[in-house]
């Protein structure tokens, strides 16, 4: 199942990115100009209570916006001919997939910055929203909430353990 949902997080990043390069946007900037644009909806979708809702609605908009795109380039009303594969974008996931295993393999302290959000990210997928002033688990006055938030989608759809 945890692949299954991976493979979903992907197609949908994948959806976005080649939807930011059919408006222009840089080639370089397209993977964390996605995440960014998920990031901002799932933060509205978070301001109306509806964090749950969102995660799920943006991630299915990510695969809807890749479908679209494969449909209107087959159609012939958009090019996709210069869709190629970009240097940084083979060092995006080099990069990630390094970073995954080296943070699998360490062992994670208690008061490190991990931890913290660990703890707000075990609040997001329970709760199903961020920390307000009622909440005393923790605050986001020190850290902000848009990693959490990404890694929220990421474990809702990849599995969450202790």
Excluded at 48 to 74: C, M
Excluded at 94 to 112: C, E, N, Q
Excluded at 140 to 150: E, G, M, N, R
């Amino acid at each position: 199942m945890a692949i299954l949902g991976f493979l979903f997080l992907a197609l949908s990043l994948i959806g976005y990115s080649s939807t930011l390069r059919l408006l222009h946007v840089n080639p370089y900037f397209t993977w964390i100009t996605s995440i960014l644009v998920e990031i901002m909806l799932l933060y509205c979708f978070d301001m109306l209570n509806l964090l749950r809702l969102g995660i799920w609605t943006v991630t299915l908009l990510g695969v809807l916006l890749l479908i679209a795109r494969l449909i209107l380039g087959y159609m012939g009303k958009v090019s996709i001919h210069h869709e190629y594969l970009h240097l940084f974008d083979v060092w995006m996931v080099f990069l990630g997939t390094v970073m995954a295993l080296v943070l699998l393999h360490s062992p994670l302290i208690h008061y490190d910055n991990f931890s913290h959000w660990a703890t707000i990210v075990k609040f997001l997928y329970y709760n199903g929203h961020l920390p307000g002033v009622a909440d005393t688990i923790i605050s986001f006055t020190s850290y902000p909430p848009a990693t959490a938030l990404f890694i929220t989608q990421f474990v809702t759809f990849t599995g969450f353990h202790e």
